[in-house]
């Protein structure tokens, strides 16, 4: 390959995209680096005119950013270069306890031996900016410098979600107790259906019930033999007022603390972060109103096709027009007799010429008039409509995998002009890539907890 077919092969490898931050004054957006089109659309969000000041105020401000947890709580597994693209984790399974006595000259059935397995594959992330030769040179502040501390953040901020994404699967799910007026578990819900904003707040209670499942699951301690849990500060407001908690910094002198610990209850240690998981559903009828209005049921419906999606028998005519979108979307049904929620379904395809909904399975509840269904993600009532459900973390010791290629976990990767920017240099680009993988090894060494709290109305999912 001469040197002009390698570097007209470079340029086509080193697309700078259709963002690139540069001195505009705010009203044309950014540039795309080969058509030369500013994006209006985005001006508001990624315009860097304020670089430019004459004068400004030396303190930059910070961007708010999570701190990073959950990855510190998982088994670390290193994986050789040459060694393929999955990890495979493998288990002996265990023996009963030989209670029977023997009788004498008669050879026992004995057990079987065998091994289980589970798999993860590793997947590449990343992403980078671009930052003009202009705006590099011009501008008060260091861009460079600023791009990569941003895209730092952005890069444990991505690997830290994907491991929350991966242990929110994980099957085992207590939910808070319903209290009555005086504070007193009055019920025990069996789905997020069954709770509500203003109640099933997480309480001692319901710390000591996930301590207990994780104990008699013979869940092994983390150091201090101690469990730990990942909690919403939405949920630490819900236990900090109680007598029974202890804060991080009155046992820190004497035990090791984890990234973000701020104290303990029931034998569980608490890390705090705004990245626990928050369930909320988005509306299922757009801007019009937050849900769908039951209209006709059939139980053994044989539609051959639906718009989008897969048609099943269980199909729900409604009055509204469901939008394809709505695949995939779970459903509370609101039973208008009853004035409760009832249950979860799955919306598996829809056709909204006939405003057809197609669910996952028979409704268990008997849909009747004046029926309404709400996004089902995370809690809804007839009176508050959907509301935020948090899910609070809690673990024993190995639950959970986090693998780390070697040669391949974080990098930052920042190209000069020099290098990427065109046949006049025009631009540099700051950007950052890794592999991983998680997995849950041991269902029964980790539990969920759902809950809500006193910011229910207020906060969005994440």
């Not at 430019?52 to 670390?76: C, I, S």
């Not at 029931?266 to 039951?294: C, I, M, Q, W």
């Not at 890794?434 to 029964?444: H, P, R, V, W």
Request: one cysteine or more; hydrophobic letters at 35%; a negative charge.
């Amino acid at each position: 390959m001469n040197d002009f077919n390698l570097f007209e092969n470079l340029m086509i490898h080193a697309d700078a995209g259709t963002v690139v931050n540069v001195t505009t004054n705010g009203t044309t957006g950014p540039v795309n680096a080969y058509t030369g089109v500013h994006d209006p659309s985005e001006t508001t969000l990624y315009s860097m005119s304020s670089t430019m000041k004459t004068y400004y105020d030396t303190e930059l401000l910070e961007n708010a950013r999570p701190q990073l947890k959950f990855a510190q709580l998982g088994k670390q597994q290193r994986l050789p270069k040459q060694h393929g693209k999955s990890v495979e984790w493998r288990k002996w399974n265990t023996f009963d306890r030989a209670m029977k006595p023997l009788v004498e000259g008669v050879i026992p059935t004995g057990q079987k031996f065998g091994q289980t397995s589970t798999r993860a594959e590793i997947q590449q992330h990343g992403d980078y900016t671009t930052v003009s030769d202009v705006l590099d040179m011009h501008a008060i502040d260091d861009v460079i410098l600023g791009a990569t501390d941003e895209m730092g953040s952005a890069a444990g901020w991505t690997a830290d979600t994907l491991v929350r994404d991966e242990l929110v699967t994980g099957t085992s799910v207590i939910y808070a107790d319903t209290l009555d007026a005086n504070g007193v578990p009055s019920s025990t819900p069996t789905g997020r259906y069954d709770l509500s904003a203003n109640n099933n707040r997480l309480t001692p209670d319901v710390v000591n019930k996930a301590y207990t499942f994780l104990k008699k699951q013979k869940a092994p301690y983390f150091e201090g033999n101690k469990y730990v849990a990942v909690i919403h500060p939405s949920v630490t407001y819900d236990l900090r007022s109680h007598p029974d908690w202890v804060e991080a910094h009155k046992y820190a002198a004497t035990t090791e603390i984890f990234e973000g610990e701020i104290g303990e209850l029931h034998g569980v240690r608490f890390v705090e972060s705004t990245e626990a998981p928050v369930f909320k559903g988005e509306p299922l009828n757009g801007d019009t109103a937050e849900y769908l209005t039951y209209s006709a049921y059939s139980g053994s419906a044989s539609d051959a096709s639906a718009t989008a999606g897969s048609p099943s028998p269980y199909r729900i005519t409604v009055s509204e027009t469901p939008s394809a979108e709505l695949v995939g979307r779970k459903i509370m049904v609101y039973d208008a007799s009853a004035t409760a929620m009832t249950e979860t379904l799955e919306i598996v395809g829809v056709t909204p010429t006939s405003k057809y909904v197609y669910v996952d399975r028979a409704p268990s509840t008997t849909l009747a008039s004046n029926d309404l269904f709400y996004p089902g993600e995370g809690g809804a009532d007839a009176t508050n409509g959907a509301f935020a459900v948090y899910a609070t973390m809690f673990f024993g010791k190995d639950a959970f995998a986090v693998v780390d290629p070697d040669g391949m976990g974080m990098e930052m990767i920042i190209k000069p002009a020099s290098q990427i920017g065109g046949p006049l240099n025009q631009f540099s680009t700051v950007g950052y890539k890794f592999e991983t993988a998680s997995k849950i090894l041991y269902q029964n060494r980790m539990v969920r907890v759902e809950s809500c709290s006193a910011y229910s109305l207020t906060d969005d999912a994440n």
